[in-house]
């Protein structure tokens, strides 16, 4: 069954620490979504507060409507993937995942299905003590499709994979929400993700500051211009004004515009210009500068 995720209005605050501010975004079924932000940005907040391992300050993130702790079935309905887990190294993949499914009240029989889904039989009797980091990754992708769920949430999934790690990752994704389901992957960098992804939801600093699909980012960046002006706010008021788009890029402005017609809109409110340039570098400098990251 499609189930979507909805995150409403979601504000975690630890003491006076805002680590999500009122994040509001969907994740469509059948779309592989990357959850994207620099470090502290709030990403494994949220994926926390939407297993209900965290309890919110403000707002609601639920599955299909319902919040995880009231879901009929979460195990059939929700994969999760928190982290590279902490597995005992002395047990096997095999009995890992045995004792994962019986505390979970699923059929010991899913054991060798998802085992073989991850393509880890071969190795399913060696002591995880002894796994890379690309197998410990794929035992935990193991463990979250255990229930057969509708939706995965995985944290960081490609973090220290080569790449073909991340191919292997990427066209797993892909099978599994092209049958409809629904994929939330979350990373730090846009570049190890862009290939597996349909959206993206970008934060930085607890505050959402992107969602929609790649595609529309991508053709945001075409048309980017970077901008700093003497009086920035002025600035960014008369092209407010003037009905363009603009955004914060940390110590600079990001418009949604060609430097042509920056320049002219500068120009006619009698603004003076100290850098006017087309942003270039493609997607990852894009989503750098939007999340206030160096590059
Ligand atoms: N239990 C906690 N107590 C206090 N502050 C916290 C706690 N958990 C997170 N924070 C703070 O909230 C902010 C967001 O942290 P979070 O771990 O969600 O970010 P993230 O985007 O997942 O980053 P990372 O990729 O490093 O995990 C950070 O400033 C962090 O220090």
Same mark, same amino acid.
């Given at each position: 069954?499609?189930? +979507?995720?909805?995150?409403?209005? !979601? ?6 620490? +805002?680590?999500?501010?009122?994040? %509001? ?7 592989? %979504? ?38 009929? +079935? ?11 887990? &902490? ?11 045995? $004792? ?9 029989? /899913? !054991? *060798? ?11 399913? *009797? ?5 796994? &890379? ?14 229930? *057969? ?17 991340? /191919? ?5 994704? /892909? ?10 992957? &979350? &990373? ?8 597996? !992804?349909?959206?993206? $939801? $970008? ?7 992107? +969602? ?14 970077? !901008?700093?002006?003497? *009086? ?14 603009? /955004? ?36 990852? @400098? ?7 990251? @160096?590059?």
């Amino acid at each position: 069954m499609p189930v +979507s995720i909805e995150i409403q209005g !979601v504000t975690k605050r630890f003491g006076e620490v +805002s680590a999500v501010e009122d994040l %509001t975004f969907t994740v469509r079924p059948g779309r592989v %979504t990357g959850f994207l932000g620099p470090n502290g940005a709030g990403k494994t907040t949220t994926l926390r507060i939407l297993l209900g391992l965290v309890t919110a300050t403000a707002g609601s993130a639920t599955f299909g409507g319902a919040r995880y702790g009231d879901l009929p +079935s979460p195990l059939g309905t929700v994969g999760a993937a928190l982290e590279a887990a &902490s597995f005992h190294p002395g047990r096997s993949a095999r009995d890992f995942l045995r $004792v994962h499914a019986a505390g979970g009240g699923i059929d010991a029989g /899913r !054991v *060798d299905v998802v085992l073989q889904m991850v393509g880890m039989t071969t190795y399913a *009797d060696r002591r995880v003590g002894g796994y &890379s980091l690309g197998m410990r990754q794929r035992l935990g992708l193991a463990a979250a499709l255990l229930g *057969d769920p509708d939706v995965l949430v995985l944290d960081e999934p490609t973090n220290g994979l080569d790449p073909e790690g991340i /191919r292997w990752t990427r066209e797993f994704l /892909r099978a599994f929400a092209g049958t409809g389901r629904t994929v939330l992957v &979350s &990373s730090h960098l846009l570049a190890e993700v862009q290939q597996m !992804v349909d959206d993206v $939801v $970008v934060l930085a600093n607890g505050r959402l500051v992107y +969602s929609g699909t790649l595609e529309e980012l991508a053709s945001r960046e075409q048309v980017t211009t970077r !901008v700093r002006a003497a *009086d920035a706010a002025a600035l960014a008021a008369a092209l407010t004004a003037a009905g363009i788009g603009v /955004r914060d890029g940390g110590g600079e402005l990001l418009v949604d515009a060609m430097p042509e017609t920056v320049g002219q809109v500068a120009f006619r409110a009698g603004q003076e210009l100290h850098l006017l340039a087309p942003l270039g570098g493609g997607l990852e @400098e894009l989503f750098l500068r939007m999340t206030g990251g @160096e590059r």
